[in-house]
């Protein structure tokens, strides 16, 4: 008689890890940024500061790839928007990626405050120390570029573009910058969000291109964005660039101030009310 032995697995096998290749759903994503915003508060003032200069620097960096591809006079003026909006899109792309503290995406923490996780006070104290931390990363880029030669690339070019950029964002009416800066956020948390969602490094990146292409293109209101283009074009104009821009005389110190009080206030709005307490109020709010 033949025996037959039945092999019996070894107890010790490793067992397959089941491996979730989807987007988080909306609630679980809700559930990832109000996680998120508590820890943000958590974390101490010197290291939210330097993690905001990185972001600022990083916003920075992407505004500059803007004026860069946008120099060209021969291109049109739709595909140039377009392009320009793609190459922006770098900043946001180093900022969820490597890790950084951008006071527009930090609107989100509403969010924790509606869902009483944190208090008004950890979150305005998050607000001022990552604003004054952006904007601090963007004037170190500000400075690094100019000694660095950069907006006399193209024979110029690059300068008289900045100049004109400035200018043209400071030379709107107040109201006109805030309504931007709504809209503007409004995308820009939604980019984030998509950033929460995603699974992997490649998912965040395509997630977040339209979005934050789009905004730009449209013309929109950031104001991280604008701590780096408004001095960058202040400087270009002091150092002879874009002289027959319409509108140079405005791209001063009080111009800019101008442009970023109405850009942040209408950026909180839209990132605040619009996104993030509106999901709050669909994905976690107990009815």
């Given at each position: ?180 800066g709504i809209l503007c956020n409004i995308l820009v948390c939604l980019a984030v969000r998509v950033g929460f969602s995603a699974r992997s490094v490649g998912d965040k990146v395509l997630g977040i291109l339209l979005p934050i292409a789009g905004f730009v293109a449209m013309g929109f209101e950031h ?65």
């Amino acid at each position: 008689m033949s025996q037959q032995h039945t092999k019996q697995p070894a107890q010790d096998a490793p067992q397959p890890i089941a491996v979730n290749i989807n987007a988080l759903t909306p609630a679980e994503t809700e559930e990832a940024v109000e996680k998120a915003g508590v820890n943000k508060t958590r974390m101490g003032k010197r290291k939210t500061f330097v993690s905001a200069m990185f972001a600022g620097a990083f916003i920075g960096f992407g505004a500059l790839f803007f004026l860069i591809v946008t120099c060209d006079p021969a291109m049109t003026w739709g595909p140039k928007r377009f392009v320009g909006g793609l190459a922006f899109c770098m900043g946001l792309v180093l900022v969820l990626c490597c890790g950084a503290e951008l006071f527009t995406g930090n609107s989100l923490m509403v969010s924790d405050l509606a869902a009483r996780k944190i208090s008004w006070t950890a979150l305005a104290k998050n607000w001022v120390i990552v604003w004054f931390g952006n904007l601090v990363g963007a004037l170190v880029l500000v400075t690094l570029i100019a000694l660095a030669g950069t907006m006399g690339l193209n024979d110029g070019a690059v300068g008289a573009t900045a100049v004109a950029t400035a200018a043209g964002k400071i030379n709107l009416s107040w109201g006109v910058i805030f309504v931007r800066g709504i809209l503007c956020n409004i995308l820009v948390c939604l980019a984030v969000r998509v950033g929460f969602s995603a699974r992997s490094v490649g998912d965040k990146v395509l997630g977040i291109l339209l979005p934050i292409a789009g905004f730009v293109a449209m013309g929109f209101e950031h104001c991280v964005a604008n701590m780096f283009f408004l001095p960058i074009g202040m400087v270009s104009r002091l150092a002879g660039y874009g002289a027959d821009v319409a509108g140079a005389a405005a791209v001063d110190l009080p111009g800019i101030l101008y442009n970023l009080s109405a850009a942040t206030l209408g950026n909180i709005i839209g990132g605040a009310v619009f996104v993030a307490w509106a999901y709050w109020f669909v994905n976690a709010r107990k009815d």
